[in-house]
């Protein structure tokens, strides 16, 4: 699976932005995905996860109730929704796939290249 994330960019503290990962390959469906980040100086953190049918999702606590992800496999895209966004939220957005569900880094097989948010207060 190849993956590659956009949508990043400039935005001010308050507003909303949606990142998107478009997956290459015919077992996209099969995969969980998740969304990880960081922020300048820091170690990648755990974002958000979906299951493959895109029923099933939990998210790390700093984005709960903000953040929202979902997919498309039609599409073989899966997005991340940002609303009410912060200057803590600067990072750069990665997404990933993997076999089953996990919040771990070590459990995703395949990383997309990321995509900078930056969140302006």
């Known amino acids: 699976v190849q993956l590659q994330a956009s949508g990043g960019g400039l935005v001010q503290a308050g507003a909303s932005l949606r990142v998107s990962c478009a997956a290459s390959g015919r077992s996209f469906s099969s995969y969980y995905m998740g969304w990880f980040r960081q922020a300048p100086g820091k170690e990648r953190e755990f974002v958000a996860v979906i299951s493959w049918s895109g029923v099933g999702t939990y998210y790390a606590d700093s984005v709960k109730g903000r953040f929202t992800i979902s997919r498309d496999n039609a599409k073989n895209t899966v997005y991340l929704q940002m609303n009410s966004l912060e200057p803590e939220d600067t990072a750069v957005y990665y997404c990933?796939?993997?076999?089953?569900?996990?919040?771990?880094?070590?459990?995703?097989?395949?990383w997309g290249q990321g995509t900078l948010v930056t969140v302006s207060s």
């Open positions: 990933a796939a993997a076999p089953s569900y996990s919040t771990a880094r070590r459990s995703y097989n395949y």
